[in-house]
């Protein structure tokens, strides 16, 4: 069966960096657009980021741009996720998506994701 998993969170100061990773399995990995959303206590989950099949196309909410960076290695059926300069409004769980067929773009709707990874927690301390 299809296997995202998540590692990687963890406790920060503000400002500080985390590295997030996404390992897949049972899926055929180069035809998954891929992406990371999050959801803080009390919040609906929204998107971060996303990246297109091959890793050619991007797409960043306006609140990480520029802090956030997302790749991908289809040799390992990996998506990476490096945080810099987090700030408190960070913390939460973040989740790992994998939408069939899509560009990035398309995946930043939480209703059309095909899978979804357990989450790990991201916790940024003022």
């Known amino acids: 069966q299809v296997q995202l998993v998540e590692s990687g969170g963890g406790l920060v100061q503000a400002g500080g960096s985390l590295s997030l990773s996404c390992a897949a399995s049972g899926l055929t990995f180069s035809w998954y657009g891929m992406g990371w959303f999050r959801q803080a206590p009390g919040k609906e989950r929204e998107f971060v980021v996303s990246i297109g099949r091959s890793g050619g196309d991007t797409y960043y909410a306006d609140s990480v741009k520029g802090r956030f960076t997302i790749s991908r290695d289809n040799s390992k059926n990996t998506v990476y996720l490096q945080m810099n300069s987090l700030k408190p409004e960070d913390t939460a769980v973040y989740y790992c998506?994998?939408?069939?067929?899509?560009?990035?773009?398309?995946?930043?709707?939480?209703?059309?994701?095909?899978?979804w990874g357990q989450g790990t927690q991201v916790t940024v301390s003022s």
């Open positions: 998506a994998a939408e069939k067929w899509a560009v990035a773009q398309a995946v930043t709707v939480a209703q059309t994701i095909d899978y």
